[in-house]
């Protein structure tokens, strides 16, 4: 019978080109290009940035400065819906359920697959934001900065929207499952995602799903979110994705027509 | 030995009136099982139970001699299904399309060059599956059910939307995988004619109930039993009663007289009575009904 490694190997080839596999390409150089220019553009401001022991810092808070708040939820409700969408799109259910494997492994698969992208996102996000601050200082002239680049930092910083940002994906994943038409996953993600931003400042903000990745950007930097610790949003952004993972699966399993 | 068998197979979507009624199907080993009816009379729900895509709610599914759901994976292993249109991922090739499958089923990656090859579809290339015409997608459809060589074809409709060659080389296809590789074959169709020159055994379904099931030939014996002797005389009315007088079931239907088949001799003998009577008799003819007309007279009795 089928073996987990084999699905996931199946579920990761039906990425080639699609739309998804794009959106993570781009999506994770986006902003580091235009960071890329604007620092290029503007060489004065460049060398007194480099000269910073802060540099690396101002680096990383810029690029997520853009992308917490709005793309990375934009993006990932765009991506998951895609991914997950695929097999309605093509009419695939149906063959894909006469394989010989068992429903858990295909719904595994498929979520192994979305949460394997989004590492790929953070890897290639990380990457773009370390070439945005090296690259412009080389191409103007101008001395690279003294700091060293805080890997550590960057990976940590990473982790933590990682976690922040799984209620989305386990929410999306939820809505795609289980809709054939691709504009609701969407509008309840676009829905969803302005909800959390309105309810940024409200006292029990953190009960929505999708507020975790402005509230940790803020709390980064030094704003003062509620009561709630930095660990504790982790926790609720956890307790969310096992939840709408559980809910998703469950739903997914007791589907009665799965062609 | 039954590769497929259904018993008592019912099934509703919704709490109004049954998509399916006590369905039994019986699909012999090495047969192609021809299953018939028009649109929306359950052919596809039944292939849809049998394959396991729709929760079974009454009644029992066999393949292979054992139940279907405790033994799903293993059964699924041995089956080669394409249920109405074919499942492509349009972004990729038509190799790439079957190496998703290939993983799926374990089977050698030389198999999608030979199934690509026996489809005909061997030279696509770098052709994304989303620019194949609706033919190639139909036979890359059928190359994915045959990646991991199954025993049992499953086929709902497969030469929907195929141009007269198409159908042609599909029925071609098909016939060379029953005799070559000895598959079974499970085809449905709406038209028998598609068909007919297709299959051994033949089950003919309407509103969710199995109105035929036995072999071609048996069919074929119900297309001369459905035959008839059609009469036109100068005085249908007096014709009839005169015919009914003599022991014979005759009757006026559009406007000619319908009587049983008979033989020759009853035949001459019945048009010197009609003549004594001074009835002019201006046509006698023999009807036969092909399998479509009795095709038609199952499903719209």
């Keep these: 019978m089928t073996t987990f490694v084999a699905s996931y190997q199946s579920e990761w080839l039906k990425t080639k080109r699609s739309l998804a596999a794009w959106l993570v390409v781009l999506g994770g150089f986006f902003i580091p290009f235009i960071l890329f220019w604007a620092r290029v553009l503007y060489p004065e401001k460049l060398k007194k940035a480099v000269l910073a022991p802060t540099y690396w810092e101002e680096v990383l808070s810029q690029s997520w400065q853009f992308m917490a708040i709005l793309m990375l939820p934009m993006g990932l409700v765009l991506a998951t819906s895609l991914l997950t969408q695929m097999e309605f799109r093509n009419n695939t259910w149906k063959q894909l359920h006469t394989t010989p494997q068992s429903y858990t492994t295909i719904f595994v698969a498929k979520l192994g697959v979305l949460l394997t992208m989004l590492v790929q996102f953070f890897i290639l996000f990380n990457l773009g934001m370390y070439l945005s601050g090296i690259l412009p200082p080389l191409v103007r002239g101008i001395s690279l900065p003294k700091q060293a680049f805080p890997w550590e930092m960057y990976l940590k910083t990473s982790g933590h929207f990682w976690i922040n940002c799984l209620p989305i994906v386990g929410f999306q994943y939820l809505v795609s499952l289980q809709f054939k038409n691709f504009l609701v996953p969407l509008g309840a993600g676009i829905g969803l995602l302005l909800a959390s931003l309105i309810g940024l400042e409200w006292e029990h903000g953190h009960w929505l799903p999708y507020s975790y990745c402005s509230y940790y950007f803020f709390s980064l930097r030094g704003a003062k979110m509620g009561t709630l610790t930095v660990d504790a949003f982790s926790k609720w952004a956890l307790g969310y994705f096992v939840g709408f993972t559980l809910l998703s699966y469950f739903f997914y399993i007791l589907k009665k027509d799965k062609s | ?301």
Excluded at chain 2, 45 to 69: R, S
Excluded at chain 2, 146 to 169: A, F, I, K, Q, W
Excluded at chain 2, 264 to 292: C, F, G, K, P, W
């Design chain 2, 1 to 301: 030995m039954y590769c497929i068998e259904t018993s008592d197979l019912s099934y509703q979507y919704s709490r109004q009136g049954n998509e399916l009624h006590r369905v039994n199907l019986r699909v012999k080993e090495g047969s192609i099982y021809g299953f018939l009816g028009p649109n929306g009379a359950g052919k596809t729900t039944t292939l849809k139970l049998i394959l396991g895509l729709l929760k079974k709610q009454q009644g029992q599914i066999k393949v292979f001699g054992e139940e279907f759901a405790p033994h799903r994976q293993p059964v699924l292993s041995k089956i080669g299904s394409l249920i109405e249109s074919p499942s492509l991922y349009s972004q990729l090739t038509a190799t790439e399309n079957l190496s998703v499958w290939q993983k799926l089923y374990a089977c050698p990656k030389a198999r999608i060059q030979e199934v690509l090859e026996l489809v005909g579809l061997g030279q696509t290339g770098t052709k994304k599956a989303g620019q194949f015409s609706l033919g190639m997608k139909q036979r890359l459809g059928i190359a994915t059910a045959l990646l991991h060589s199954p025993s049992v074809l499953v086929l709902d409709e497969p030469t929907n939307g195929l141009d007269p060659s198409g159908m042609v080389e599909m029925r071609e296809l098909l016939k060379r995988l029953n005799k070559e590789h000895g598959i079974t074959i499970l085809i449905s169709s709406h038209l028998l004619s598609e068909i007919e020159k297709l299959v051994t055994e033949v089950g003919i379904i309407n509103h969710g109930k199995m109105l035929f099931e036995g072999s071609l030939g048996e069919l074929m014996q119900r297309q001369q039993t459905a035959g008839g002797i059609r009469l036109d005389t100068s005085n249908n009315a007096e014709a009839v009663e005169r015919l009914i007088a003599q022991g014979l079931d005759a009757r006026q239907e559009q406007g000619k007289i319908v009587l049983p088949l008979l033989a020759r001799s009853e035949i001459a003998q019945l048009n010197r009575a009609l003549v004594q009577h001074q009835l002019d008799v201006y046509e006698i003819s023999t009807v036969e009904s092909d399998l479509e007309s009795i095709f038609m007279t199952l499903t719209h009795p």
